[in-house]
């Protein structure tokens, strides 16, 4: 069973706008979560990550919200560039076991 | 830097062939991991190794086996491949484990393997 879903499958948003990227768990342990972003015919790379004590950290122009006790996190790009455009993974991890990624949501900004 | 490789980028088998996928990284990380991707799935962990000379069962490891060989190289093999075993595999290094509270458990990936076994 999927511990950590990302409901939609794309998205598209207007060169400069702001781009929400959402991720739902449903293990109530989980401490850790990461964003990841990947291009085709690449591994995904490390984008942004936050801790459970937290609830934003921001990098630039990226932003990863979470609240604990809805179970959600999301990726706010502001703003968005086409060089955006990628698949965008959320993953959580508990207590330094494995992490569970979610199915992706690929995102295409349009000029 | 190369950063990690995997070798080969594609394969096609025959179901019940054997084959082992090659996974180095030079960045001089303690673990390392081995994917797969399938469409609407996501990246599922297939093995991993916390540091040279352990491996560790992940989400989905019937099917395969791995080898730590040294600190740079992990592999993985498929004994008698099955087509559900048709996917994309990627390899990622770590400094420590992934997971772990810390700065430095951030994964780094390989280009990844496409693979498909009719």
């Not at chain 1, 499958?9 to 990227?21: C, D, F, K, T």
């Not at chain 1, 964003?35 to 990550?49: C, D, H």
């Not at chain 2, 070798?7 to 025959?14: E, G, H």
Request: net charge neutral.
């Amino acid at each position: 069973d999927q511990q950590v879903k990302q409901n939609s499958p794309s998205l598209s948003v207007q060169e400069g706008r702001i781009s929400i990227l959402n991720c739902d768990y449903t293990n109530s342990m989980f401490d850790y979560f990461l964003w990841y972003k990947k291009y085709p015919a690449e591994g995904p790379t490390f984008l942004i990550s936050i801790s459970s004590i937290k609830d934003k950290n921001e990098d630039g122009r990226f932003t990863v919200f979470l609240n604990k006790s809805a179970k959600h996190l999301s990726l706010h790009i502001v703003p968005s560039q086409p060089g955006d455009s990628a698949v965008y993974f959320c993953a959580a991890s508990e207590a330094g076991n494995q992490f569970y990624f979610g199915t992706g949501t690929s995102l295409t900004v349009i000029p | 830097n190369a950063g990690v490789t995997q070798t080969p980028k594609f394969q096609v088998l025959k179901t019940g062939q054997s084959m082992t996928l090659q996974c180095a990284q030079d960045m001089n990380h303690n673990s390392m991991y081995w994917y797969r991707q399938d469409p609407g799935m996501g990246l599922r962990l297939i093995y991993y190794s916390a540091s040279e000379g352990t491996t560790d069962k992940g989400e989905v490891p019937n099917g395969y086996n791995v080898s730590r060989l040294n600190k740079r190289e992990f592999s993985l093999r498929l004994e008698s491949a099955a087509p559900s075993q048709t996917s994309v595999y990627f390899c990622a290094s770590s400094r420590i484990l992934a997971g772990l509270l810390s700065s430095y458990n951030e994964q780094f990936f390989g280009p990844g393997t496409r693979l498909t076994v009719l």
